[in-house]
């Protein structure tokens, strides 16, 4: 059984650029979140992903974008980088109902991203 | 206003010792808790959940962590430490005013000496 997988694993861009992270979640599970995680801090809620809408939304700016597909894998969009942007983006997926009951997410290893 | 502090960033602890990891968590209502571990180049882990019921709850791999309402706290503990305890721990708190979305703290990391 499949966990959440992601990809890439690294990637290098530049300030401007843009960038897409991309996300499978574990079988059966039909909802995405992304997290962002800066080094030496702890991730944070960028946005909730069910039914292929954004449910909910963390403080993060409009240059932060997502889609969730009817196969419910996601995609993580980053327009005009920063180098504030560089850090480990982490997706996580869940049954709807276990965020509120159990907290149980299961998280991808993440996609490393550098901005220079 | 941060809602949940990890008072230290490292711990260092001996094979075979105890291992505490300390978690403050600032909120109106009663939340929901959380410890998850992050091993490196893993995913995080869910290592256990408070959410009302008993207040010393028991998680995976010997860890447990109690819930004191009275302290605000939600401290992480275990017996005897391993090698393959070493990881980064994160506290995390899930609270009505946010929404319910997940909170985590900065997490601590945690050295296992042989």
């Known amino acids: 059984d499949a966990g959440v997988t992601q990809s890439p694993t690294h990637l290098i861009k530049t300030r401007g650029q843009q960038v897409t992270l991309r996300c499978s979640p574990k079988s059966g599970h039909d909802t995405v979140s992304w997290y962002q995680q800066a080094l030496g801090q702890g991730p944070q809620f960028i946005f909730q992903?069910?039914?292929?809408?954004?449910?909910q939304r963390g403080n993060f700016p409009d240059r932060f974008s997502g889609h969730q597909f009817p196969n419910y894998s996601s995609e993580l969009n980053v327009n005009a980088l920063l180098l504030g942007d560089s850090a480990l983006y982490l997706c996580?997926?869940?049954?709807?109902?276990?965020?509120?009951?159990?907290?149980?997410?299961?998280f991808g290893e993440g996609s490393r991203l550098t901005v220079l | 206003a941060q809602s949940v502090t990890q008072l230290d960033s490292h711990v260092s602890v001996s094979e075979g010792t105890p291992v505490l990891l300390r978690c403050n968590y600032s909120?109106?209502?009663?939340?929901?808790l959380f410890w998850y571990v992050q091993h490196p180049n893993k995913g995080l882990q869910l290592l256990l959940k408070y959410t009302s019921a008993a207040t010393l709850v028991k998680g995976i791999n010997g860890f447990e962590a109690e819930f004191k309402k009275s302290e605000t706290s939600f401290h992480l503990t275990k017996p005897s430490a391993h090698m393959s305890d070493a990881a980064e721990y994160f506290c995390v708190v899930s609270l009505e005013e946010y929404g319910n979305k997940l909170v985590f703290g900065a997490g601590t990391i945690l050295r296992v000496k042989s």
């Open positions: 992903y069910y039914e292929e809408e954004e449910r």
């Open positions: 996580a997926s869940s049954f709807p109902g276990d965020l509120l009951d159990t907290g149980e997410l299961f």
């Open positions: 909120s109106s209502y009663s939340p929901s």
